[in-house]
C-alpha cells in the first residue's frame, strides 16, 4: 500500500513545489515529506485533492521542541489516505516567535489539533477560527510541552513542588 | 398579576448559556458542555475540556521506555490493552523487532477482550444516559466476566500493564484457553439479549434515529474514527486495512452503517462486538505454542522466579529496571484500531533510553471534535444522545 507512495507521490510534489520541498525521508516504513513552512497550506491542499493521492483524512498535527535548535520546532502532519489505504508525513519547521498558517481550511480536524498545539507550544497558527487554550486554563502561563518547562511546573501557592521561576 | 398564558401570543424567550457538566449524571466523565440555548434548542455545543490533564506527554519524556506502559492503562481505563499494545507496538517499529508468533494471538485476544469492555461500558453508559438502567446493570454484568479474564492473564483488572516491549508479561494457560472459549459462548448470547432489549426498543430507536447525522464526507474531513467513522458508511478499519499483529489471518466482518446516526453508531458497535468474539475464538484455535516473548535481555527481563534464586538474574533485572534499554535514533508513528477509534503513537528518538518526544493521538479528542457540528439546531436532548453516541473517555481525551 506504501509502495505507490514511492512511485507517484514524491515526484509529483517534487515536480510541483521545486524547491518548497527540502527533504524527503523514508524510514521504517514510513514518508517523511519536510516543506518550507510557507509552502504548508498547498502542498496540504494538493495532497488532499490530487487524485492519485488523496491524503482525505488528517490523522494528527504533532509538534516536536528541539530546543536549542534553530529554528526551535518541527510540526508534523499525520495524514491518511482512506481510498489509498497508505500514511505520509508532511513536516515544516517553525522558529521561536514565527507562526504558521493553519490548515482549518484544508481538514476541518486541524481546529482542535492547532489548539491543542497552541496550548502546549506557544505556536501561534495565524488565520485559526477559535484561536484558544484546550486543555489548560485561560489565564496558564507558559507552555509545557516546550523542553524549558520544568516537569514539575513553576512554583506557586498551588503547588509547592515546582520550581522557582527564574526572573 | 398571573401572567394568562393560553393566549396566542408566543411567549417570549431568549437565548441563554448553560453549562453541562463538568458534574453531570449524564455528561461523560468530566465533559464540561457550554451549551448556547434558545429554548430547547441548542444553538452551540463548545466542548470545554482539560479537567483531566496531567501531563501524560511530558510525563513520558522524562521517565524510561518500558515505564511508560503504566501510564497508558490510564489513557482510556475502560480498555488499558489496546493502549498498551499501541504504545509497545510503535516502540517495538522504532526498535525493528518482530515478536513471537504466541504473542501475536495472546496481543490479539487482550485487544479484543478489551474491545468488548470499551464497547460494552458505552453501550451501557449510553443506555442509562437516555433512561435505561437495566442495559448497565447487563453489560457490567459482562464486563466483569472480561475482567476475570485478565486477572488470570496478569492478575490485574483494569490497569493491566500487560503487554511490554518485546511480547507480553505472562503466558496463557490453558485454564485461561478453557474459561475464554466458555466466556465467547455466554457473551454470544448476552448480545442477542441486548438485542432483545434495546435494538428493537421505541423508546431507544426514537430517542437515537435520525439523531446527529454525520454523513462521509464530513466524518472524514473532522478526522473522526473508529465506530463512529464506520457508523457514517466509511469502509476504513486498520486492523483489516493496515493489518497488524496476525489480523490478515483473521476472518471478520467490518459493520457499515448507512444513515451516520447515532443508532448506526450504537448497531455498528453490537455488530463490532459479535466480530470481537469471532476473532477471539479464531485465536483460541490457532495459538500456537512456543516463547511469548523476543529472545534479546536487553529488553526483556529475566522472569520473576529466576530473579529470586539465580545471581546473574537479579544483576539482568536490577540493570533492566534502573538503567532501561536505548531506542536508535528516529522516529515512527504506529496506530491500532482502538475500541474508540485511531489509537496512534508518534515517538521521536534521540538514541537514549527516553522518548524525546512522544504524542498521543487519542480519538477520544478527536471525536469529541464533531460535537458542536451534530449538536446544532438539535434539541437539548439529544445532545446526551450525541455525546453517548461519540463515547468520549476523559482519561484519554484530556491526557
Redesign the interface.
Known amino acids: 500500500m506504501q509502495e505507490h507512495l514511492k512511485n507517484s507521490v514524491i515526484d509529483k510534489v517534487k515536480a510541483r513545489f521545486g524547491t518548497a520541498v527540502k527533504d524527503v525521508v523514508w524510514y521504517a516504513g514510513e514518508l517523511t515529506v519536510t516543506v518550507d513552512k510557507d509552502a504548508i497550506v498547498g502542498v496540504s491542499s494538493y495532497l488532499k485533492n490530487e487524485p492519485d493521492i488523496k491524503m482525505s483524512y488528517l490523522s494528527d498535527i504533532s509538534v516536536v521542541d528541539n530546543m536549542p535548535r534553530v529554528p526551535r520546532f518541527d510540526i508534523s502532519y499525520h495524514l491518511l489516505s482512506i481510498d489509498k489505504k497508505s500514511r505520509m508525513r508532511v513536516k515544516i519547521a517553525v522558529g521561536d516567535g514565527e507562526k504558521a498558517a493553519t490548515v482549518t481550511s484544508v481538514w476541518r480536524s486541524a481546529n482542535w489539533y492547532e489548539r491543542e498545539n497552541y496550548d502546549m507550544f506557544g505556536i501561534v497558527f495565524e488565520g485559526h477560527p477559535d484561536p484558544r487554550r484546550i486543555y489548560l486554563a485561560e489565564d496558564w502561563e507558559g507552555y509545557p510541552l516546550r523542553k524549558d518547562y520544568p516537569l514539575k511546573g513553576y512554583k506557586d501557592q498551588y503547588n509547592p513542588f515546582g520550581e522557582e521561576k527564574k526572573k | 398579576m398571573a401572567r394568562k398564558l393560553n393566549t396566542d401570543e408566543p411567549i417570549e424567550t431568549k437565548a441563554l448559556t448553560l453549562s453541562l457538566g463538568p458534574q453531570h449524571p449524564s455528561s461523560h466523565g468530566v465533559l464540561h458542555l457550554i451549551l448556547d440555548v434558545q429554548g430547547e434548542t441548542v444553538l452551540r455545543a463548545d466542548p470545554d ?2 479537567y483531566l ?1 496531567r ?1 501524560t ?3 513520558a519524556e ?1 521517565i524510561y521506555y518500558h515505564q511508560f506502559v503504566p501510564y497508558t492503562d490510564r489513557l482510556d481505563y475502560w480498555c488499558g490493552m489496546s493502549n498498551n499494545l499501541a504504545y509497545v507496538q510503535t516502540v517495538e ?2 526498535l ?1 523487532i518482530d515478536i513471537p508468533e504466541r504473542a501475536k494471538y495472546i496481543r490479539v485476544i487482550a485487544a479484543e477482550l478489551a474491545r468488548l469492555t470499551g464497547h460494552l461500558t458505552c453501550v451501557g453508559a449510553w443506555g442509562v444516559d437516555l433512561g435505561a438502567m437495566t442495559i448497565l446493570l447487563y453489560a457490567m454484568r459482562e464486563r466483569e466476566l472480561v475482567l476475570d479474564l485478565f486477572e488470570m492473564m496478569c492478575g490485574a483488572r483494569v490497569t493491566n500493564t500487560y503487554m511490554r516491549v518485546g511480547g507480553v508479561r505472562y503466558d496463557v494457560t490453558d485454564a485461561f484457553k478453557e474459561r475464554c472459549g466458555r466466556f465467547c459462548k455466554i457473551m454470544k448470547e448476552k448480545l442477542d439479549e441486548y438485542d432483545r432489549l434495546l435494538t428493537g426498543n421505541r423508546i431507544w430507536v426514537a430517542r437515537n434515529k435520525g439523531v446527529g447525522i454525520l454523513s462521509a464526507e464530513d466524518a ?4 473522526v474514527g473508529g465506530p463512529v467513522l464506520r457508523a457514517s458508511g ?1 469502509d ?1 478499519d486498520i486492523r483489516r ?2 493489518p497488524y499483529l496476525v489480523y490478515d489471518r483473521l476472518k471478520f466482518d467490518v459493520p457499515l452503517g448507512a444513515a451516520g446516526d447515532c443508532f448506526d453508531r450504537y448497531t455498528v458497535r453490537m455488530e463490532e462486538m459479535r466480530q470481537a468474539v469471532r476473532i477471539i475464538e479464531q485465536c483460541l484455535t490457532d495459538m500456537p505454542s512456543g516463547p511469548v516473548t523476543v529472545d534479546m535481555p536487553e529488553i526483556v527481563p529475566p522472569p520473576k522466579k529466576d530473579v529470586y534464586k539465580n545471581m546473574e538474574s537479579l544483576i539482568h533485572h536490577f540493570k533492566y529496571v534502573s538503567d532501561g534499554f536505548k531506542v536508535p535514533k ?4 504506529s ?1 491500532v484500531e482502538s475500541p474508540k477509534g ?1 489509537l ?1 503513537f ?1 515517538i ?1 528518538s534521540d538514541g537514549t533510553e527516553k522518548p ?2 512522544l ?1 498521543a ?1 487519542v480519538p477520544s ?2 471525536n469529541l ?1 464533531v460535537t458542536d457540528f451534530l449538536s446544532r439546531n438539535s434539541y437539548l436532548a439529544d445532545v446526551i444522545a450525541i455525546i453517548s453516541s461519540l463515547d468520549p473517555v476523559f482519561g484519554e481525551c ?2
Open positions: 475540556i482539560g490533564h501531563g506527554e511530558k510525563i522524562n517499529k522504532l525493528g472524514i474531513d473532522f478526522g466509511v476504513f486495512d493496515e528516529g522516529e515512527a508513528y496506530a485511531e496512534g508518534y521521536v524525546f518526544r504524542k493521538r479528542f478527536c471534535q484530556d491526557k
